[in-house]
């Protein structure tokens, strides 16, 4: 895939505000403070059109950007620590549950983690969640650029591991740094768009 346009185009806190324009998605799920916005404005090419912020939680709606007016990337509000009331949490994972249970053009889920640290419960709950949905899922470790390449190479190994047991051996090693994992993962939502 090459991104050759992309453009914010709606934010949508209920189901019924879902774009009826029928064209296909991509949601990138993770944690709060992940680095989701990053990736995506690194994929984008573009600076600042997802918003980033040193304040877990900001992203509180599904943010659909069209790319090449040919496929969203759905930005999903990010989950863990995030320092909110837990009945804003309960409305959030709502929103996502539904989204991801309805949406008929949703081709499959990016799941960001950070490769610093081992998946965590939350990220585990989310992958079972989606492998109990049959929803197509890609796992993608953010900041990799803070690992060196043995503590890299240790925790793509414990991972994996991991990912075994909901049939995937793949993992992409990302960094907003250095572009490590960009073209791989540019290819990736290619096959995930033709399935």
């Known amino acids: 895939m090459k991104i050759i346009s ?10 019924s505000q879902l774009p009826k324009d029928g064209l296909p998605e991509i949601a990138f799920a993770g944690r709060s403070n992940v680095g989701k916005s990053s990736l995506l404005n690194t994929l984008f090419n573009r600076k600042k059109m997802a ?12 943010n659909f950007y069209r790319i090449n007016d040919k496929i969203y ?19 959030w994972k709502l929103l996502v549950e539904k989204y991801l249970t309805v949406s008929t053009r949703l081709k499959g889920v990016v799941v960001l983690t950070d490769m610093r640290h081992p998946l965590t419960a939350l990220d585990v709950e989310l992958l079972e969640w ?30 994996l591991a991991t990912l075994k047991s909901f049939g995937t051996d793949k993992m992409i090693p990302f ?4 572009g490590r994992g960009k073209t791989e993962l540019l290819k990736e939502l290619d096959l995930i768009l033709a399935k």
Do not use: C
Request: aromatic content about 8%.
């Open 6 to 15: 992309a453009e914010f185009m709606t934010s949508v806190g209920q189901i």
């Open 130 to 159: 989606l492998n109990y949905g049959s929803i197509p899922f890609l796992v993608v470790g953010t900041k990799s650029d803070k690992l060196s390449g043995n503590k890299l190479a240790v925790r793509m190994k414990d991972d």
């Open 73 to 91: 990337f759905v930005d999903l509000p990010g989950y863990g620590y995030a320092k909110v009331s837990k009945s804003l949490h309960a409305e």
């Open 51 to 62: 918003k980033v912020s040193s304040t877990p939680g900001k992203t509180r709606t599904l």
């Open 175 to 178: 960094s907003i740094v250095n």
